[in-house]
Antibody, heavy 120, light 107 residues
């Protein structure tokens, strides 16, 4: 059974930083892309970042480019999202999602989400 | 970026009804389309991938069709557990993009 467990959310001040983690189990981690998708309160889904199975390719949405960085440690079955220069509009539930393929694909498993609140 | 436009934004339906949701891409995406179901306070769940392939464990009353720019999700006979919000997503190119969502409500 695939399990994805996010952590690292919480209350952050505007301009601050946070690092989200997602520990995966139940599949061969290095063979699958991993993504972060967020959902602001009462809003729809917004794709944020993706990293390929081996970690050599990554892509970020324009809304977070230059502020967020996705990375992974395949020895620990963990994907990270380093978030800097946080803004109020980054307040959201952040989901970790497993890609069906190595890089660009749909998401066939999701974590339960971790809440990031950016506020003073 | 590829824009995904879903319609309607909400629909009221009764148990047993047939419900159809459409998704239009701003440019051709072949069959690189997925549909997700999300219930309040829960993570999204993959229903359909490749525009028309049913994800394992998903009831057969869900079906998807289309290619290129126009896609459809159909629920053939709405069940109580199907009341939720549905999203389409293109996986043709980065950045991946989601439709705005369709809320299926009880009539």
């Amino acid at each position: 059974e695939v399990q994805l467990l996010e952590s690292g959310g919480g209350l952050v001040q505007p301009g601050g930083s946070a690092r989200l983690s997602c520990i995966a189990s139940g599949f061969t981690f290095s063979r699958h892309a991993m993504s972060w998708v967020r959902q602001a309160p009462g809003k729809g889904l917004e794709w944020v970042s993706v990293i390929s199975g081996g970690g050599e390719n990554m892509y970020h949405a324009d809304s977070v480019k230059g502020r967020f960085t996705i990375s992974r440690d395949n020895s620990k079955n963990t994907v990270y999202l380093q978030m800097n220069s946080l803004r109020a509009e980054d307040t959201a539930v952040f989901y970790c999602a497993k890609g069906a393929g190595y890089y660009n694909s749909w998401h066939d498993d999701w974590g339960q989400g971790t809440v990031v609140t950016v506020s003073s | 970026d590829i824009q995904m436009t879903q319609s309607p934004s909400s629909v009221s339906a009764s148990v047993g009804d047939r419900v159809t949701i459409t998704c239009r891409a701003s440019q051709g995406i072949s069959s690189w389309l997925a549909w997700y179901q999300q219930k309040p306070g829960k993570a999204p769940k993959l229903l359909i991938y490749g525009a028309s392939s049913l994800q394992s464990g998903v009831p057969s009353r869900f079906s998807g069709s289309g290619s290129g720019t126009d896609f459809t999700l159909t629920i053939s006979s709405l069940q109580p557990e199907d009341f939720a919000t549905y999203y389409c997503q293109q996986a043709d190119s980065f950045p991946q993009t989601f439709g705005g969502g369709t809320r299926v409500e009880i009539k």
